[in-house]
């Protein structure tokens, strides 16, 4: 199957189901117990200072892990499956003093084995086909915010520097073979933006089109992101890169993510999707929230016709997946509705001009 074949399933798919999204990768590591020698095997061993807990170099040196998690997933009824490398940017991996060329082959290596597990399960089971999104997390280092508190100017980095962060990131993983790409856990709408101009820069320049999902961040009970948005603003702030889906992720879980989800069912004009957390942490940072009581709450949100892609965030495993995949499998995906055309602009609020 093509990619271009791939990509016409996924949106067939769509249209008929209710699709499911993989879980949490970070706790399902976790649990493997990995020590340093994990995360360097033999290209790294002489790397200066700790590597422990760079998940994602763990594409490059135990790719094993990585490609099991993904049979995991899809085993539990996800049709999408994330390529391990939420932090592979020069940007993220400059913590661990990883240059450009080990970035480069963590994209290329968790593109290929997302696609060669998605490649198996769709060979497996043809009428279930399998596809594999390219992860494109977010930056410890913001455009939109201060870091220094006695400076409001003060940035760590520039609108070029991470633009050019996630061109290189968003090559390597087209390369490598994915159906999507995911912009996800976005705190920073201007880093965002980023990513999505040059996903659209390397298109205008012959790169392969593929669809984009974008996930935003609701941080807190205040109902905004980190750099401040309401949900209809954050929508405001990218409708123009026509995203395959949009949505939310992380930081709450179901039961205080719901008005957020609903606010951009109300607004967009493209598939709405969504993977809590499973609940919120404990007092030791555990997430204590059952697969059943997880599942039970976006089932609630499918029923209501608020969704089409469900998953699951920091917290979930494999058995979260398999219970959210069989709570709605038999519930229509979120028709979208059409909205009156306006001028509609955003800052920290939406402005509608009709």
Same mark, same amino acid.
């Given at each position: 199957?093509?990619?271009?074949?791939?990509?016409?399933?996924?949106?067939?798919?769509?249209?008929?189901?209710?699709?499911? *999204? #993989?879980?949490?990768?970070?706790?399902? !590591?976790?649990?493997? &117990?990995?020590?340093? $020698?994990?995360?360097? /095997?033999?290209?790294?061993?002489?790397?200066?200072?700790?590597?422990?807990?760079?998940?994602?170099?763990?594409?490059?040196?135990?790719?094993?892990?990585?490609?099991?998690?993904?049979?995991?997933?899809?085993?539990?009824?996800?049709?999408?499956?994330?390529?391990?490398?939420?932090?592979?940017?020069?940007?993220?991996?400059?913590?661990?003093? *990883? #240059?450009?060329?080990?970035?480069?082959? !963590?994209?290329?290596? &968790?593109?290929?084995? $997302?696609?060669?597990? /998605?490649?198996?399960?769709?060979?497996?089971?043809?009428?279930?086909?399998?596809?594999?999104?390219?992860?494109?997390?977010?930056?410890?280092?913001?455009?939109?915010?201060?870091?220094?508190?006695?400076?409001?100017?003060?940035?760590?980095?520039?609108?070029?520097?991470?633009?050019?962060?996630?061109?290189?990131?968003?090559?390597?993983?087209?390369?490598?073979?994915?159906?999507?790409?995911? !912009?996800?856990?976005?705190?920073?709408?201007?880093?965002?933006?980023? /990513?999505?101009?040059?996903?659209?820069?390397?298109?205008?320049?012959?790169?392969?089109?593929?669809?984009?999902?974008?996930?935003?961040?609701?941080?807190?009970?205040?109902?905004?992101?980190?750099?401040?948005?309401?949900?209809?603003?954050?929508?405001?702030?990218?409708?123009?890169?026509?995203?395959?889906?949009?949505?939310?992720?992380?930081?709450?879980?179901?039961?205080?993510?719901?008005?957020?989800?609903?606010?951009?069912?109300?607004?967009?004009?493209?598939?709405?999707?969504?993977?809590?957390?499973?609940?919120?942490?404990?007092?030791?940072?555990?997430?204590?929230?059952?697969?059943?009581?997880?599942?039970?709450?976006?089932?609630?949100?499918?029923?209501?016709?608020?969704?089409?892609?469900?998953?699951?965030?920091?917290?979930?495993?494999?058995?979260?997946?398999?219970?959210?995949?069989?709570?709605?499998?038999?519930?229509?995906?979120?028709?979208?509705?059409?909205?009156?055309?306006?001028?509609?602009?955003?800052?920290?609020?939406?402005?509608?001009?009709?």
């Amino acid at each position: 199957m093509t990619r271009a074949d791939r990509i016409a399933a996924l949106k067939k798919a769509a249209k008929e189901r209710i699709l499911i *999204l #993989d879980g949490s990768w970070g706790v399902m !590591i976790q649990r493997r &117990g990995l020590d340093e $020698a994990d995360f360097r /095997a033999e290209r790294f061993k002489d790397h200066p200072g700790q590597l422990k807990g760079n998940n994602d170099i763990l594409c490059l040196t135990r790719p094993d892990i990585i490609e099991d998690l993904h049979n995991r997933y899809f085993a539990a009824g996800a049709d999408i499956s994330e390529t391990n490398t939420f932090s592979a940017t020069v940007i993220a991996q400059d913590d661990y003093h *990883l #240059d450009a060329e080990a970035v480069r082959d !963590i994209n290329l290596a &968790g593109a290929r084995i $997302a696609r060669k597990v /998605a490649d198996e399960w769709t060979a497996k089971e043809p009428d279930k086909p399998r596809f594999a999104a390219g992860s494109i997390g977010p930056l410890n280092k913001m455009l939109s915010m201060s870091s220094d508190v006695n400076d409001p100017g003060a940035r760590l980095v520039d609108f070029d520097q991470v633009y050019q962060a996630y061109r290189d990131q968003i090559r390597a993983l087209n390369e490598g073979g994915v159906d999507l790409y995911l !912009i996800e856990t976005i705190t920073d709408t201007l880093n965002c933006k980023a /990513a999505i101009k040059a996903i659209m820069d390397l298109e205008a320049e012959g790169l392969e089109k593929l669809p984009i999902w974008i996930s935003g961040t609701i941080t807190d009970r205040s109902g905004r992101t980190l750099s401040g948005q309401t949900a209809e603003a954050f929508w405001n702030s990218v409708k123009h890169a026509k995203p395959f889906a949009i949505g939310f992720n992380c930081a709450l879980g179901a039961d205080l993510m719901r008005p957020h989800i609903a606010e951009m069912a109300r607004v967009a004009d493209t598939l709405v999707a969504a993977y809590p957390n499973a609940g919120l942490p404990n007092e030791m940072g555990q997430y204590d929230e059952q697969p059943h009581e997880t599942a039970h709450a976006v089932e609630g949100w499918a029923k209501e016709g608020l969704v089409n892609i469900l998953g699951g965030c920091c917290g979930t495993t494999p058995e979260h997946i398999r219970c959210i995949a069989d709570g709605v499998k038999s519930v229509k995906p979120r028709v979208a509705g059409e909205r009156a055309k306006a001028l509609r602009l955003s800052g920290l609020e939406p402005f509608e001009l009709a």
